[in-house]
């Protein structure tokens, strides 16, 4: 289930074909149907085999991503998906299978587009006639005829995720997971509707942490028990938390992955010496086979390999730096090949910790600020007045984003609670990114992020997320023997006392502990730029030895002078030395990318 686009234009359908062949992929099942004024093709993913349509009569059904129905993917999933939608409608199919994805399916005259309920997986759609839409931003952007510079949506992308509907390629939007697209091929007609989505919490208000452990638990079985018949699954660990919570649920149901870790030369690729060494050792204590990824990379790259790297993998190549080893692992490098990957990410399980904010009423400015801190007391935009620019755009983007959740967020007086629901919600469009790209190779679950089991994590009460403390019981009631090997987590390595549950450091752990916090308190007082320049120093210092700093050196450089001297970002900026190289290279990614449409198109 790598990818799929739908059009009405057959001119315009053989068009996204041959892109889609030039890139490397595969067809997987093609349909037009000049009567009734549609065209399809979906594409095998790039590493494994599999099927991703299913016809039912002179209906059908296509995805993208991963479908999981009864244990079962491909045929049988979409299968059962159709079964469920025809039957109850599209939330019925929703609640019936676990997944990130995007679905077309055509019931009669009408073809519904849609994704999981999270909006994790992206599905992007121009109403222009002749209508298009896709799971690939370039392919929908290739049948753009009209373009208009977006410099802020390019901006906002780039540093902060998409938060709205809008794309920044003109005309494009991206679904939310409280939206679908309906199709009328009577008429040919595209509109777009709401659908309803309401929040999946605990059934009951417990009097103790372990009351909510309890029920959580059973939901994480539930799904990880979905999983039982997959043939081989790989884990891409860490020495984390998250994976570890990820793993005791494998493990709980006598699952043994593949773990992975993969292994980088700059911070472009973000990735520890600590957390190679403790995904090796949990690999050893559980008899469980160890993978290390060579994900290194030349950067920074020449036009003619990011050419290339766009052309195969369209504005994925923007990830982990576009290193073309990572590329090369994921798309078919390693062997044997996992059938399902899974990630440990959850913006519920996150140790950015909203709700330690001071218990007070928030407005919605409140909101923006925080969700654009990194760069609001920076000296990134040209003037004071790209900043207040640059801010509505974002309150906007945001409140349009709020507009399609579960969650009423008011201009002024929200509770802390509502704020933090709020901000995770958030977290999980702009986070998600990967989601889409994993699955272009094989299927890919980031569990605790599908909606089944984040919705609980976000209604928790407050004093059992401190610590840790709920999210280290789960782990304790599924395999207390996790706890086994140490932790990495937040720059902290630390034990965990298997009775008690507490965190226990060693002499050496306290000392490094005892420095971050420091560090920290003296960046708190720091003014901005001076606080910069000596994270820029101490994070010199802390990098790990495989880390080569002349290379994050080169291009830093390059991919700003490419900005600075773009002319889509004309006048916008003063300095981009306050945004970290990850962004900074998705800013340069993203501009080389448009202009490879451009490019292909005139």
């Known amino acids: 289930m790598s990818q799929w686009h739908l059009t009405k234009s057959k001119t315009k359908h053989d068009k996204l074909s041959s892109i889609c062949s030039n890139s490397g992929l595969n067809t997987c099942n093609t349909e037009t149907n000049e009567y009734l004024g549609y065209n399809i093709s979906s594409y095998k993913k790039r590493a494994i085999d599999n099927i991703n349509y299913v016809n039912i009569g002179d209906d059908w059904v296509y995805s993208a ?20 939608i025809s039957e109850d409608g599209i939330n019925s199919g929703r609640k019936n299978i676990i997944g990130h994805y995007a679905v077309a399916i055509k019931l009669g005259d009408t073809i519904l587009c849609f994704t999981d309920p999270q909006g994790a997986f992206q599905l992007y759609y121009s109403t222009e ?21 977006k410099p802020l949506k390019i901006i906002e992308t780039a540093i902060h995720g998409q938060t709205g509907e809008e ?40 009097n103790s942490c372990q009351g909510y452990v309890s029920e959580y638990t059973k939901r994480v079985r539930n799904v990880f028990n979905e999983l039982q018949s997959i043939d081989s699954i790989g884990l891409n660990t860490t020495g984390g938390i998250d ?45 469980l086979e160890f993978y290390k990824m060579n994900w290194s990379g030349s950067q920074p790259h020449s036009s003619k390999m990011l050419r ?41 399980f996150t140790t950015k910790k909203p709700w330690g904010k001071e218990n007070k009423k928030y407005s919605l400015n409140e909101l923006v600020d925080d969700y654009i801190s990194r760069i609001i007391n920076t000296n990134m935009f040209a003037d004071s007045v790209k900043l207040t620019e640059y801010r509505e755009h ?31 919600f958030l977290n999980i469009r702009n986070q998600a990114g990967f989601v889409t790209t994993f699955n272009q190779f094989s299927y890919y679950l980031s569990p605790f992020l599908m909606k089944e089991l984040n919705d609980p994590l976000i209604t928790i009460p407050f004093k059992y997320r401190e610590n840790n403390e709920f999210q280290l019981r789960v782990i304790d009631d599924l395999f207390n023997d996790a706890f086994t090997i140490r932790i990495y987590s937040s720059h902290e390595e630390f034990n965990i006392n298997q009775k008690t549950l507490n965190k226990e450091y060693s002499f050496i752990n306290k000392i490094d502990k005892m420095e971050s916090n420091f560090t920290q308190t003296v960046g708190e007082v720091l003014p901005a730029p001076t606080r910069s320049l000596a994270e820029k120093v101490y994070n010199t210092m802390r990098s790990d030895s495989g880390k080569n700093p002349s290379i994050d050196h080169k291009v830093r450089l390059e991919n700003t ?8 970002m004309e006048n916008y900026f003063s300095t981009l030395s306050d945004i970290d190289l990850n962004r900074l290279n998705n800013m ?15």
């Open 65 to 84: 991503g991963t479908v999981i129905s009864n244990g079962e993917v491909g045929r049988p999933a979409l299968s059962d998906l159709y079964k469920y």
């Open 561 to 568: 002078k490419y900005i600075l001297d773009h002319p889509m």
């Open 308 to 348: 290339s790297q766009f052309t195969k993998y369209g504005f994925h190549y923007r990830r982990y730096g576009g290193s073309e080893s990572f590329f090369k692992e994921f798309d078919g490098g390693m062997s044997p090949y996992p059938t399902l990957h899974l990630g440990g990410f959850s913006p519920a």
């Open 588 to 602: 340069k990614r993203i501009l080389f990318g448009i202009e490879q449409i451009n490019n292909t198109d005139s």
């Open 243 to 287: 994976t570890r919570t990820v793993l005791a649920a494998l493990l709980d149901q006598n699952i043994s992955p593949r773990l992975m870790y993969g292994v980088g030369n700059s911070a472009l690729t973000n990735t520890r010496k600590k957390d190679l060494e403790i995904s090796q050792d949990i690999a050893k204590h559980f008899n």
């Open 167 to 206: 794309t920044f390629i003109s005309n494009v939007r991206r679904l939310y997971g409280g939206q679908l697209l309906r199709i009328e091929l009577s008429d040919n007609s595209i509109s777009k509707e709401k659908i309803p989505i309401e929040m999946s919490g605990f059934c009951d208000n417990y």
């Open 129 to 149: 006639q002749p209508w298009t839409v896709s799971t690939s931003l370039r392919l929908v952007g290739q049948c753009n005829d009209a373009w208009e510079p």
């Open 394 to 424: 974002i309150k906007n983007q945001i409140r349009e984003a709020l507009s399609y959740s579960p969650i009423d967020y008011q201009k002024h007086g929200n509770s802390l609670d509502t704020y933090v629901k709020a901000k995770l």
